[in-house]
């Protein structure tokens, strides 16, 4: 299976701030990767597929980058309701695997 | 609006067998093209793919469940289901069902489901 690697797992941030989540794939897949928030209590929410392309609804202070095994998350200006945890997803092949997810919390 | 909703009982015995039924509104799960997974998420831990079906009946597993994993569906219902054997406290989680498809992300989630193996 491949394997999904994010860092930090955790981070601390002020309301405004720019932050970054990175994920590694254990072998090249393409642009199929994907983001999603979870906040406590609740179901994952779908934020980029496809490496980059900005789910609807989704702010646009949240991007995503990269191709083959490495990528990233970006949030342009931390807001109350990014504070949440957030993982990756490879939907390459059959066996789609996430990353351990990165929580962020307020600083 | 497509919608998903679980059901099935919140406490199996270890030993027995897990059986998750998920509720589709506002799509035919036989729509060309579409697939649906199950997810799980251990108290406390990250999320864990399971497994999904095709619109074909197609299935893929999660590797190490692939031996106690069966997924299915029933048109006539509008739903499918998951199948989960010989459980132990290891498969205690929050149990979601979601829309994806070949290489897609999984679009849509339910809100989940807990369940608790215990004796």
């Known amino acids: 299976d491949i394997q999904m690697t994010q860092s930090p797992s955790s981070l601390s941030a002020f309301v405004g701030d720019r932050v970054s989540i990175t994920c590694r794939a254990s072998?090249?897949?393409?642009?199929?990767l994907n983001w999603y928030q979870q906040n406590p209590g609740t179901a994952p929410k779908l934020l980029i597929y496809?490496?980059?392309n900005l789910q609807s609804g989704v702010p646009s202070r949240f991007s995503g980058s990269g191709s083959g095994t490495d990528f990233t998350l970006t949030i342009s200006s931390l807001q109350p309701d990014d504070f949440a945890t957030y993982y990756c997803q490879q939907s390459y092949d059959a066996s789609w695997t996430f990353g351990q997810g990165t929580e962020v919390e307020i600083k | 609006q497509l919608q998903l909703q679980e059901s099935g009982p919140g406490l199996v015995k270890p030993s027995e067998t897990l059986s998750l039924t998920c509720d589709v509104s506002g799509a035919s799960i036989s729509t060309t093209s579409y697939s649906w997974a199950w997810i799980r998420q251990p108290p406390g831990k990250g999320l864990e793919w399971i497994g999904c079906i095709f619109y074909s009946g197609t299935t893929f597993y999660r590797s190490p469940l692939k031996s106690r994993v069966t997924i299915s569906m029933d048109t006539s219902k509008n739903q499918f289901s998951l199948r989960l054997t010989s459980v132990t406290a290891a498969d205690t989680a929050i149990y979601y069902c979601a829309k994806t498809g070949s290489g897609e992300p999984l679009w849509i989630w339910s809100r989940g489901t807990m369940v608790t193996v215990s004796s």
């Open positions: 496809g490496a980059s």
């Open positions: 072998q090249s897949i393409g642009n199929s």
